[in-house]
């Protein structure tokens, strides 16, 4: 799978409506049938940074994403509200879901 982490740095007036700014293009995200998570956070040390947390099932899904028109409208309505250039980890990992942690296996 391709697994992608991205910081956004969200201006002071954005920062309550980040997830207002981002739905259509979470929305859409979500619904390709090649994603496997797309998950907002917000920082707890900083409130103006938000973390995506997001997978698609493989290369051809992750470029599919990136080609779809909704992809671009997304980042036109997100590029207004931050205050630096996001930062990115982009990688490919084996297997298609989250594992367990085996240090905090936690009996059923």
């Given at each position: 799978?391709?697994?992608?982490?991205?910081?956004?740095?969200?201006?002071?007036?954005?920062?309550?409506?980040?997830?207002?700014?981002?739905?259509?293009?979470?929305?859409?995200?979500?619904?390709?049938?090649?994603n496997?998570?797309?998950?907002?956070?917000?920082?707890?040390?900083?409130?103006?940074?938000?973390?995506?947390?997001?997978?698609?099932?493989?290369?051809e899904?992750?470029?599919?994403?990136?080609?779809?028109?909704?992809?671009?409208?997304?980042?036109?309505?997100m590029?207004?509200?931050?205050?630096?250039?996001?930062?990115?980890?982009?990688?490919?990992?084996?297997?298609?879901?989250?594992?367990?942690?085996?240090?905090?296996?936690?009996?059923?």
């Amino acid at each position: 799978m391709i697994f992608i982490v991205v910081k956004f740095k969200v201006l002071p007036e954005h920062q309550d409506n980040w997830l207002a700014i981002t739905k259509e293009f979470t929305d859409a995200t979500r619904a390709e049938p090649g994603n496997l998570w797309y998950e907002w956070s917000r920082s707890v040390a900083d409130p103006s940074e938000y973390v995506l947390v997001e997978a698609f099932r493989d290369a051809e899904a992750g470029a599919e994403h990136v080609a779809a028109d909704h992809f671009r409208r997304g980042l036109d309505s997100m590029r207004p509200a931050l205050s630096e250039t996001p930062r990115i980890i982009n990688t490919e990992v084996p297997g298609t879901e989250w594992s367990r942690m085996g240090e905090l296996e936690i009996a059923q």
